[in-house]
DNA sequence: CCTAACTCGGATATCAGATATCCGAGTTCT
DNA sequence: AGAACTCGGATATCTGATATCCGAGTTAGG
């Protein structure tokens, strides 16, 4: 069981924008170009967090992509959720009501005891990234990057176009 | 992000094998008619929950599957793992290390911010599923089942070839 | 001891979802 | 008003999961 690479990229991009100056935006082949990533398909996984409401857009010559809202009120969990969607891991297919044992569907429990520890464990992991935030790890990232790594992002940021 | 059913269908095979009588064992075929899921497949799942050392098997004309060790030693972290492998949930593939801001790779910290708060959300999910063992499971299940399901299980097992 | 039947175990087809890409609709600046 | 550039949804390719089969090995019985 694994998660897709785009989530990785979404979480990447949302800390990106969170760190750019007031104002300033950031085209999709622009986010593709700073973090190594195809282009076209990286667009895909905007826009999931577009219509999440985690980024705005923007059409036309100067268009691109921005926070939609703080980052402190992005979780990293509204990302995951986001791209992968909000299916659970575990899906139960109840068959506890197959087979020779069967009885009519309205006698069983709502749900299973293994249904219920797998629901239980989810929680957990949801809980647990809907308390990192998007302006934590921005703070983070720049906190931990090599220095120099900073300075060439700055640089970066001042030679491509604005939009 | 799904699991696979499998998970599911070990784990009420390791449930149903923890409620047999002291030193009785099912066939692959057995188990699989008794949960109605296609047999041959189901024999894939129990290979693997043979090589994790949850259950043992017995070749030949009156073979079959039983519990390697008792149902309390067993977690459904354990059946988890024995089905889908160990790797993570999420894979970090350094996209910190690509792009115009990238330095010497010994210049970065171990774990980047994204991929560590990635990580503690899965040792929670972790944490919650290695509390919950096959024989609480397997309680509650007769606890919880409605008493002529149970009744119907008793007299199914009663019915097939004891091996 | 030999036979025969039945079991598990790994190798093999089929299919769905993820991956990667392209072109059209719409918007903004000149 | 025009032109160029942007986002957004529809489209090929491909890896991994799903479902199945047959052979090797083992056990009970004659």
Chains 1, 2 share one sequence.
């Not at 300033?24 to 990286?42: F, K």
């Not at 926070?67 to 506890?96: H, K, M, P, Q, Y």
């Not at 020779?100 to 006698?107: D, E, F, I, N, T």
Request: some cysteine; overall charge positive.
């Amino acid at each position: 069981m694994r998660m897709s690479e785009r989530v990785e990229w979404a979480a990447h991009c949302a800390v990106l924008l969170a760190l750019l100056p007031d104002g300033r935006s950031l085209t999709a082949a622009q986010l593709a170009e700073y973090h190594g990533v195809p282009g076209p398909y990286l667009a895909k996984s905007l826009q999931a967090l577009m219509q999440a409401g985690i980024v705005a857009s923007r059409s036309g010559r100067s268009g691109g992509y921005r926070l939609a809202r703080a980052a402190d009120a992005v979780s990293l969990l509204d990302v995951f959720d986001a791209i992968e969607g909000e299916g659970a891991f575990f899906r139960c297919t109840e068959i506890r009501r197959r087979g020779p044992s069967r009885v009519a569907a309205a006698r069983y429990t709502p749900v299973c005891g293994v249904a219920g520890a797998m629901w239980e464990a989810e929680q957990a992991w949801r809980a647990s990234l809907a308390r990192v935030n998007i302006a934590d790890l921005a703070a983070g990232t720049v906190a931990d990057a090599p220095p120099e790594a900073v300075a060439k992002g700055v640089r970066w940021l001042a030679t491509v176009r604005v939009t």
